[in-house]
């Protein structure tokens, strides 16, 4: 299937529906998790948190822009050394299963039900955590979002950015 | 509009080059000598030893690119031209590591400042590390050669507004500054040097050295990767080599070179990499320790109006003010003020936040000036660098950040702030976590004092990786004698930046150079007259 349609079109994750729960689940975020070897589903939920007030505020555009940025990241990760891969990859799988979740975020909550605002109070327990793994967890996270997402000319336009022309004339 | 590209041209004409991704066997090369690595010592070595009649390979491990396709992204250029696609950090992550990995090496990617070997750092090396034949006297004429060879020369240009700033500041606060010479020729002055010159006027090595020698006959062969040396007693018999596929991986086949002399010019980190997966002989544990990196700090500063530090020469003006101001060992350690070029992702991933906060940063792009300040590290007791280590997938880099580095760090976030808001900054934000944006000089100077700094807080990162393999004449403290050749095996040398016994004090690529265009050709003279 091809991915940038899977995510808006799939039906909603099945690791969703085994919670039972009600769940809180960003409007644009239907997916089944069976699916999801790249981790699609957990980074389109930190996307906007990484992201706000970055990202384009018509919901369109939004939802474009969190997809392109969410191709990327699967290409950047697939860059980076066997080492870095494998670290990472490490932390995907703690923060998509319950006791990872529960090691990394003193909670076992899925990060699909936690609200934006509980993301924040996350990611700034890592960031200013005194254990190194939690803050490095953090800047990993935060390096390879952003850096994705700035790689990509399509989301310049804010920065009034452009690279030269001279090559295209 | 068409721009030549000397490499298409080159290949075009008949030039010798083996991309080992295409390889369906393994293969075995010879020639006179055998070269590791294509940036700022491979490339010099080649060409003079080329010229000089020699038979020569070289072997990168990365691809040949040319500007064909540089096309001014960092999407692009990260992984195509960067090793770990510009992602590399030492082992405890506090420090992000930039190095090249193209035909070319670094200077495929780097920013064009040229600078002499400071004084004080040979003189401290003769004096502590004993190098010899290495005075500012015997190798100015080297540096006369290779300025030439590489068109080194002031930048007449105006600075771009994040030089410029640099300049105001230091001419308000009575600073010493400099007007860098650059190795371009025919510069459009566009600020994309760090993503390869999509115009061919960086003179690096891939438009110089390495086309001057494949066209005098030399083999080139990219994308293999050097694994180790094979030795016998006191002599280098055979190289061996992994062939990578276009995405950067070992495919089944292997390369051998075998060659009369085999010179180690794979960079810093990879030199003592290749020589320690090697069991070369290293009687007094020497390699891959005193790695050095001019570790950099960073420190934002928003004007009112433009600044487009993407834009222009990206290094024109840098100030010495507080290099050597505390002596060369003792007291602090100090630092040269220089900017970087200002690109997104860049930007992005080297500060701080995310959100909200990181955001608004990014709004101000265009008005962001950065100021950065290399500490000179491995001269003082307190600074010996870190060390580069096997893992049992590749290797490591150990890089200890202590007080005494800390200490320069807090003063260097002083200086910038002080030399930014002389600049006319509204703001000044030293990239460390934690730190406000400041918005007077007062307001800054008060706060340095207490601001939260350490590993992990504090961005610091590096472009410029020395040492692991140093030189010198007392076996105790080198690897290499003063011209690079082993003190244990008689036909390998090292030529590149790890030779250094400490960091340098200024932006290293001319002191590779000239340094590289002595040995090679005393190396060269030797050769021919034993054949
Ligand atoms: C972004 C950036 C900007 C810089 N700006 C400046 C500047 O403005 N001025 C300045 O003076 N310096 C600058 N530098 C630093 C400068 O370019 C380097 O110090 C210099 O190029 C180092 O030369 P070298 O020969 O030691 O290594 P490199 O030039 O890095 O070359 C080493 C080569 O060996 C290859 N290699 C490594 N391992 C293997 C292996 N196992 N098998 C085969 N090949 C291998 C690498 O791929 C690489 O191509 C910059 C560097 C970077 C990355």
């Known amino acids: 299937m091809e991915r940038r349609t899977f995510l808006t079109t799939a039906l909603v994750g099945t690791a969703a529906l085994a919670l039972g729960v009600n769940l809180y689940i960003p409007e644009h975020i239907k997916v089944n998790k069976a699916l999801d070897s790249e981790h699609r589903l957990l980074f389109s939920i930190l996307l906007p948190v990484f992201l706000d007030d970055a990202l384009p505020e018509v919901g369109s555009l939004r939802i474009a822009a969190q997809n392109r940025t969410l191709d990327t990241i699967i290409q950047t990760i697939s860059l980076l050394p066997a080492d870095g891969q494998a670290e990472l990859e490490q932390l995907l799988d703690m923060l998509e299963n319950r006791l990872g979740l529960l090691v990394l975020t003193g909670s076992m909550t899925p990060l699909m039900m936690r609200k934006p605002d509980e993301l924040i109070v996350m990611l700034e327990y890592w960031r200013n955590s005194f254990l190194d793994m939690m803050v490095i967890a953090y800047q990993g996270l935060r390096e390879l979002v952003l850096a994705s997402y700035y790689s990509c000319p399509e989301h310049w336009s804010r920065l009034n950015y452009a690279k030269p022309t001279f090559l295209e004339e | ?531």
């Not at chain 2, 072997?59 to 690119?65: C, D, M, N, R, W």
Request: net charge neutral.
């Open chain 2, 1 to 531: 509009m068409a721009i030549p590209d000397p490499i298409v041209e080159g290949l075009a004409s008949g030039w010798k080059h083996i991309d080992a991704s295409q390889l369906s066997q393994d293969q075995t090369l010879e020639a006179d000598v055998v070269i590791v690595g294509s940036g700022a010592g491979g490339g010099v070595a080649a060409e003079i030893l080329t010229d000089a009649g020699l038979t020569v390979i070289i072997v990168e491990g990365g691809p040949l690119k040319s500007s064909e396709s540089f096309n001014m992204e960092e999407r692009r250029a990260y992984p195509n031209l960067y090793h770990q696609a510009a992602a590399m950090k030492t082992q405890d992550k506090a420090i992000g590591i930039f190095q090249g990995r193209a035909v070319g090496g670094s200077t495929t990617v780097n920013w064009t400042t040229s600078i002499r070997t400071p004084r004080p750092t040979l003189d401290f090396w003769a004096k502590d590390k004993s190098v010899k034949g290495l005075s500012r006297q015997d190798l100015d004429p080297w540096f006369d050669k290779m300025e030439k060879r590489l068109n080194i020369s002031k930048w007449e240009y105006e600075p771009n507004r994040n030089n410029q700033a640099l300049k105001l500041g230091c001419e308000k606060l009575g600073w010493d500054y400099t007007v860098i010479k650059r190795n371009v020729k025919g510069c459009w002055n566009t600020g994309y040097c760090g993503m390869g010159c999509p115009i061919n006027a960086k003179q690096s090595m891939l438009v110089t050295t390495i086309p001057a020698a494949l066209d005098k006959g030399a083999t080139l062969v990219s994308r293999a990767k050097v694994i180790k040396l094979e030795h016998h007693n006191d002599k280098i018999s055979a190289i061996e080599a992994q062939a990578l596929n276009e995405q950067m991986q070992p495919t089944e086949f292997k390369l051998i070179f075998k060659a009369k002399h085999y010179i180690i010019a794979a960079g810093a980190i990879h030199t003592p990499t290749i020589l320690l997966r090697s069991n070369l002989a290293d009687p007094h544990q020497l390699l891959g320790k005193r790695t050095f990196l001019h570790p950099t700090l960073l420190s934002g500063a928003i004007f009112s109006d433009s600044i487009n530090g993407h834009s222009g020469a990206p290094q024109s003006i840098y100030s010495d003010e507080f290099v050597w101001k505390h002596g060369t060992a003792s007291g602090d350690l100090g630092y040269k003020l220089e900017v970087p070029p200002i690109h997104p992702v860049l930007i992005a991933s080297k500060t701080i936040g995310y959100g909200k906060t990181h955001a608004s940063l990014m709004d101000q792009f265009n008005q962001l000036q950065v100021t950065i300040a290399l500490i000179r590290d491995g001269f003082h007791e307190q600074s010996q660098g870190g060390q580069v280590q096997l893992t049992d997938t590749g290797f490591a880099i150990d890089y200890p950040l202590n007080e005494a580095f800390w200490r320069s760090v807090r003063r260097s976030f002083g200086s910038m702030a002080e030399l930014q808001f002389a600049a006319g900054a509204k703001q000044v934000l030293p990239i460390t976590e934690g730190a406000p944006y400041f918005n007077s000089w007062k307001e800054a100077k008060s706060a340095m004092e207490t601001l939260d700094l350490g590993p992990l807080k504090t961005v610091v990162v590096s472009a410029h990786v020395m040492g692991g393999c140093p030189m010198g004449e007392n076996t105790k403290l080198s690897m290499v004698d003063s011209q690079g050749n082993s003190h244990y095996y008689e036909n390998l040398s090292v030529m590149d930046g790890s030779v250094f016994p400490t960091s340098l004090g200024a932006n290293p690529q001319l002191t590779i150079y000239a340094m590289t265009a002595r040995n090679a050709t005393l190396l060269a003279e030797r050769l021919k007259s034993s054949s």
